[in-house]
């Protein structure tokens, strides 16, 4: 198994692909709109890299947050509200805010295991702040370490009872980004004493199974390289003070605030200390590239892995039960 989860180019496997993922068995899939249609075409996707990867226990990613990140919508399935929703609730009501929160989630499980999805890439742990940019503030619980650990735990447990694994992201904390780093490399100059606030809510849910890195430098830490590079960042902030053992992917490396080759960029996360590396876009070019570059997945990431996966259990609840509790908690406030 190699150490890398990758995109697919449409709404089926193509006989490339098949044959690419077969021989090579990456850790994982990520899916995205592009490859999702209707229930019975995404249930027969997951089902067809199953069949490729010989496992039950597969890895298949999404990024449903809700709001604007949603790569499931309709008329197929419905929208769900984005962590700004629920943060404005918890100002009014904070236990209704969770409980809301919680129910979302579960729904949210519940959807996605319905067609064989078994990893949402949710959720945000990031802090805001007054001048963070949009590609987070659309997407956070707040501007309180506090709030967010609260809504984040809620969402966890909600998707885990509607049966598939969460992803806290982006650790260490994206929330004092000034750009979008899709598009550009952020860099933090805040100090070692102010960057506390930013882990808090990662250190709080440090036991959860799965996270994602953040492609910022901080300057407090390691001033050459962002925190998907930094041996420093990994080693002593995010498996040292906050504590996190979990499964620990790269946000997407295609992402315009990482340099370099898609190999250079892949060897270099897995040295810096990731479990896996997230390439999104599909090129087949590059993941021959990533997969050359590559070693096999090592045993104590393998461990995490299987760890993670085996946290899945039978979904649970009802979809449109959940959906009018939560609209209730929200509409009761």
Not at 38 to 65: F, N, P, W
Not at 139 to 150: I, N
Not at 153 to 181: I, N
Not at 269 to 279: E, K, S, T, Y
Request: aromatic share 4%; net charge negative; charged share 20%.
């Amino acid at each position: 198994m190699k150490p890398v989860i990758f995109g697919l180019s449409g709404p089926t496997l193509t006989a490339e692909e098949r044959a690419f993922f077969a021989d090579v068995e990456p850790a994982g899939y990520i899916l995205f709109k592009r490859n999702v249609v209707d229930r019975a075409q995404l249930h027969a996707l997951t089902d067809s890299l199953r069949a490729v990867a010989g496992r039950e226990d597969l890895a298949i990613l999404i990024d449903q947050e809700g709001g604007r990140v949603a790569r499931m919508g309709p008329p197929e399935w419905p929208d769900f509200p984005a962590g700004p929703q629920f943060d404005a609730l918890y100002e009014r009501a904070p236990m209704t805010a969770i409980q809301a929160v919680r129910a979302n989630a579960q729904a949210l499980g519940l959807m996605l295991a319905e067609v064989g999805i078994t990893v949402d890439c949710a959720p945000l742990l990031d802090v805001a702040q007054p001048d963070t940019t949009d590609a987070i503030t659309i997407r956070a619980f707040g501007s309180e370490p506090m709030r967010v650990a609260a809504m984040g735990r809620a969402t966890l447990e909600g998707l885990a009872a509607g049966g598939v694994v969460g992803v806290v992201k982006h650790m260490p904390g994206h929330g004092r980004a000034q750009v979008d780093s899709h598009h550009l490399l952020p860099t933090v100059a805040a100090s070692d004493a102010e960057l506390q606030i930013d882990i808090e809510p990662f250190r709080t849910l440090n036991a959860a199974p799965m996270g994602m890195t953040s492609h910022i430098v901080f300057e407090a830490w390691d001033a050459d390289r962002p925190a998907t590079l930094s041996p420093t960042v990994i080693a002593d902030i995010i498996r040292g003070r906050i504590g996190f053992d979990g499964l620990l992917m790269t946000d997407d490396i295609d992402m315009k605030a990482l340099s370099g080759s898609a190999g250079d960029k892949a060897a270099g996360a897995i040295a810096a200390g990731c479990d896996l590396v997230l390439d999104c876009h599909a090129n087949m070019a590059q993941m021959l590239e990533i997969v050359a570059r590559l070693d096999d997945i090592a045993p104590a990431s393998r461990a995490r892995l299987d760890r993670a996966m085996a946290s899945v259990g039978a979904p649970t609840g009802d979809f449109a039960e959940l959906i009018a509790r939560r609209d209730a908690l929200m509409a009761a406030s």
